[in-house]
């Protein structure tokens, strides 16, 4: 078994005022066709991207409190999708008149669990090394879901919310995000970068009204991980919001 060190986290340890007030770290395990583990590391994650701070924005712009009438969106925002093309996502929407009979309505600004095979939010992975850049909107070189050469089987994703650490100072609230990814490939996949996307979706009882996927963190992994064909790679990405 190859062991992959790098620097050792420091988490929620006394802090001086300019601590980030959002922070974690990704971790990565590799197994082989046999199952055991063959590889694994964990490293700082330090990559938020303007994106995320962008839908912050969008968010706090909401009015809140919507009423069952139709009104379309009333706070929004703009971000960069992975094609480079800038994206409206509605922070807030009303839901249609009921005397149309199509009050069904609902949706989300920043969704996170992908489904089975979905490699359009969620964590994904790639085997680009760039540097990050807080402007980036792409993985540089995403790994696509699939079977055939080059690409990585993605499981669905699964999201916990491992609630508020008091034990530390100062005190810090956790999630965490999971993914695997499976070679079916017929040959090695090296793995170099993980990103966080994110997806707004809003439909009625009729239409979906919004769809926009975009990306809001991507860290460089400070070492390669190789899934051999036959074995995985899953995927820990965990977040903490430093309080206090």
């Keep these: 078994m ?4 790098s620097q050792p986290v ?33 490293c700082e ?13 969008g968010l706090m712009k909401a009015i809140g409190g919507a009423a069952l ?11 960069i999708a992975p094609d480079g093309t800038s994206k409206t996502v509605w922070t807030e ?13 609902g949706g989300t600004p920043m969704a996170l669990k992908a489904g089975d095979n ?10 680009g090394t760039i540097s990050v850049a807080l402007d ?22 699964t999201v916990e919310d491992l609630g508020l650490d008091t034990s530390v100072s100062p005190p810090v609230y956790r999630f965490r995000f999971i993914r695997t990814f499976k070679n079916l490939s017929g040959g090695s996949i090296n793995i170099n970068e993980v990103g966080l996307a994110a997806r707004s ?33 899953t995927v820990v990405v965990v977040v903490e919001v430093v309080l206090g």
Aim: avoid cysteine.
């Design 69 to 79: 009438t139709y009104s379309g969106t009333v706070a929004s925002t703009t971000v």
């Design 10 to 42: 420091q988490l929620a340890e006394k802090v001086p005022l300019d601590v980030e007030p959002v922070r974690g770290w990704i971790e990565v395990e590799v197994r082989g066709p046999d199952g055991k583990v063959v590889q694994r590391g964990k």
């Design 118 to 127: 979905d490699d359009s939010y969620g964590i994904i992975v790639g085997s």
């Design 201 to 233: 979706y809003w439909k009625d009882y009729v239409y979906i009204r919004q769809d926009v996927k975009y990306l809001i963190a991507r860290d460089v992994l400070p070492a390669t991980y190789t899934v051999p064909n036959g074995g995985s790679a």
């Design 93 to 105: 929407w009303y839901a249609p008149d009921t005397a149309t009979s199509y009050f069904y309505a």
């Design 136 to 157: 980036q909107y792409s993985l540089a070189s995403k790994i696509s879901h699939g079977t055939s050469a080059g690409q990585l089987d993605y499981d669905p994703m």
């Design 2 to 5: 190859v062991e992959i060190q």
């Design 45 to 57: 994650m330090r990559s938020f991207l303007n994106n995320l701070l962008r839908i912050f924005e």
